[in-house]
C-alpha cells in the first residue's frame, strides 16, 4: 500500500511508537527538528476529536453518536518539529487537550472504528504530502496508520520510569501519587492494547529501543543513527 509521496532523494517517514511516558514527544520532535523532516503528534489529533466531542456534548461512552460525529470536527495540524500546532473549527486547542477532562475521555472516543478511520487518513495524507519526509508519533503508525514506513522505532520504558516522566517528577513525589500514576498508566496501555481497532502493538519489524535507562539525547541520537542509515543506505 503507498502511503507517502517521495518527493525528494532525502524524503524519509519515521514512525516511532510506545506507549505513554516513554519519550515519543520529546525524542520525535528532537529528531525531526535534527533531520530537517515534518512532525506530527496523532496522538493530539485524538484529544482535539475527543475536546469536540465533549464540548458539543456528545457522550464519549456512547459508540454511536461519537461515530455519528467523527467526521464533522476540522483538525488541522501544524508540522513544524520547533513549534506543531493544532487547531479544531479554527480554534487553537494545543493547551485544552492536555486537559485530565480530556486525558480520562481519550481512550474512549479513540476506540471506535469511525473516529480511527477519519484520523487515520488524515494522517497518511499529511505523511504524504510531507515535502522532505515526516517524523509520526503515536500507538499504531507503524503497524496501521504507515505500515511501508521507511524506519520503524518503537519505545519502551519500565513502568516506574514511564509513572516518574509522566508526573513531571524524578525525585520528590510522593509514593502515593506515582502509584495513582503507574496505575492510571496501566489502564491506558490495557485499552489501548485491547481495543478491536488498530490497537498498540510493535510492528514485526520495528526496533524497540528501551529508553529506561537512556538520556533523552542518547535515545534522540539512537533514533537519528537508525534513520541517517537508512537514509545512506547502510
Known amino acids: 500500500m503507498e502511503t507517502a509521496a517521495r518527493t525528494a532523494p532525502a524524503a524519509v517517514i519515521v514512525a516511532i511508537d510506545g506507549p505513554a511516558g516513554t519519550g515519543k514527544s520529546s525524542t520525535s520532535k528532537a529528531v525531526a527538528a535534527k533531520l530537517g523532516l515534518g512532525y506530527l503528534d496523532t496522538g493530539a489529533q485524538y484529544?482535539?476529536?475527543?475536546?469536540?466531542?465533549?464540548?458539543?456534548?456528545?457522550?464519549?461512552?456512547?459508540?454511536?453518536?461519537?461515530?455519528?460525529?467523527?467526521?464533522?470536527?476540522?483538525?488541522v495540524s501544524g508540522t513544524d518539529?520547533?513549534?506543531?500546532?493544532?487547531?479544531?473549527?479554527?480554534?487553537?486547542?494545543?493547551?485544552?487537550?492536555?486537559?485530565?477532562?480530556?486525558?480520562?475521555?481519550?481512550?474512549?472516543?479513540?476506540?471506535?472504528?469511525?473516529v480511527r478511520t477519519r484520523i487515520t487518513e488524515l494522517q497518511r495524507t499529511i505523511a504524504a504530502e510531507a515535502p522532505r519526509g515526516i517524523v509520526v508519533e503515536g500507538r499504531d503508525i507503524g503497524t496501521t496508520v504507515l505500515p511501508?514506513?521507511?524506519?520503524?522505532?518503537?519505545?519502551?520504558?519500565?513502568a516506574e520510569a514511564r509513572a516518574a516522566r509522566r508526573s513531571g517528577e524524578?525525585?520528590?513525589k510522593e509514593a502515593a501519587d506515582l502509584a495513582a500514576t503507574q496505575a492510571a498508566l496501566a489502564k491506558r496501555d490495557a485499552l489501548d492494547s485491547g481495543r478491536k481497532t488498530s490497537p498498540l502493538a510493535k510492528a514485526d519489524d520495528a526496533i524497540e529501543v528501551d529508553t529506561t535507562e537512556l538520556t533523552l539525547d542518547q535515545?534522540?541520537?539512537?533514533?537519528?543513527?537508525?534513520?541517517?542509515?537508512?537514509?545512506?543506505?547502510?
Open 81 to 114: 518539529p520547533a513549534a506543531p500546532t493544532i487547531t479544531v473549527d479554527g480554534t487553537d486547542v494545543a493547551g485544552p487537550i492536555r486537559t485530565q477532562e480530556v486525558t480520562s475521555r481519550v481512550s474512549a472516543v479513540s476506540a471506535v472504528a469511525e
Open 47 to 75: 484529544r482535539a476529536i475527543t475536546w469536540w466531542m465533549v464540548n458539543n456534548g456528545i457522550d464519549v461512552e456512547d459508540v454511536v453518536a461519537v461515530a455519528d460525529a467523527a467526521a464533522k470536527p476540522v483538525i
Open 170 to 172: 524524578l525525585k520528590g
Open 148 to 158: 511501508d514506513a521507511d524506519v520503524k522505532i518503537f519505545l519502551t520504558a519500565s
Open 219 to 234: 535515545v534522540i541520537e539512537c533514533v537519528v543513527t537508525l534513520v541517517e542509515e537508512k537514509r545512506t543506505g547502510v
